[in-house]
């Protein structure tokens, strides 16, 4: 219980786990909600429905030891979108038991996500692959970016150039409880800088500037987690784990 329920909102905890097989496993899927059930249903891709059912039975796994409850009782649904007020794609919430935790969710082919904190918190985990970054640049990046990514080398470091300033940008609109609804080339996300970075995002009533941190997770995949940046400053301490 003391691992989340610190006072020290300078703090964000994340897990990382590996997906795997062709199908869902039926011990997670036991653990999802009827509507979730249903939606996971209606995924078509099969890695995308293994890891949308994974992660959110790992999130009731580890939220259960965090709130003292059963992974079943955990209630998981949304917050209402800040910038229309649309109760259906908000940020993730958890419903119940009555708790002061902000989630956040990602996964992608082979790993999924959860980040906690006691503020609004967003993640992102993006397998490393093949981008056709040149194409995605113009849509994607600002100027400043655009020159860092396409001034790296081509192959891993281009790719990698271009995840970080990804990852980063979902990580705070998704901290932000938009997601990729913006103009993403307004966002600028630093990537000649390892980090944290402050980025400057937001609707109206929510945080102007957030605080990224790349999350080290393995080399196939590329990560951030972003937080609302302190007025006084300071450093973000993430605490990172794999989740078994």
């Known amino acids: 219980m003391t691992l989340i329920l610190e006072s020290d909102t300078a703090v964000a905890h994340a897990w990382w786990w590996r997906t795997e097989g062709s199908s869902p496993e039926p011990a997670d899927l036991a653990l999802l909600s009827k509507d979730e059930r249903e939606r996971a249903a209606k995924i078509v891709h099969a890695p995308t429905a293994v890891g949308f059912v994974a992660g959110r039975a790992a999130s009731r796994r580890i939220l259960s030891g965090l709130l003292d409850v059963a992974p079943a009782e955990i209630g998981l649904g949304r917050r209402p979108c800040p910038g229309c007020g649309d109760p259906l794609h908000g940020p993730p919430a958890v419903l119940s038991p009555e708790s002061p935790l902000w989630i956040s969710i990602s996964h992608t082919h082979g790993c999924g996500m959860l980040a906690v904190a006691r503020v609004p918190v967003g993640v992102d985990v993006e397998g490393v692959r093949d981008f056709p970054v040149e194409e995605l640049a113009p849509a994607t990046l600002t100027e400043s970016e655009r020159q860092v ?11 990698r150039a271009f995840l970080r300033s990804w990852t980063r940008k979902e990580a705070v609109l998704k901290a932000v409880g938009v997601g990729i609804t913006t103009d993403l080339r307004t ?50 301490e993430v605490r990172l784990r794999e989740h078994p």
């Open 187 to 236: 966002v600028e996300t630093r990537p000649e800088h390892a980090g944290p970075v402050v980025v400057a995002a937001g609707v109206p009533g929510t945080p102007a500037s957030w605080t990224v941190a790349d999350l080290a997770v393995p080399g196939a995949w590329a990560a951030a987690l972003s937080v609302p940046a302190r007025p006084e400053g300071g450093h973000l």
């Open 149 to 159: 990514v396409l001034g790296a080398d081509e192959g891993s470091a281009r790719t």
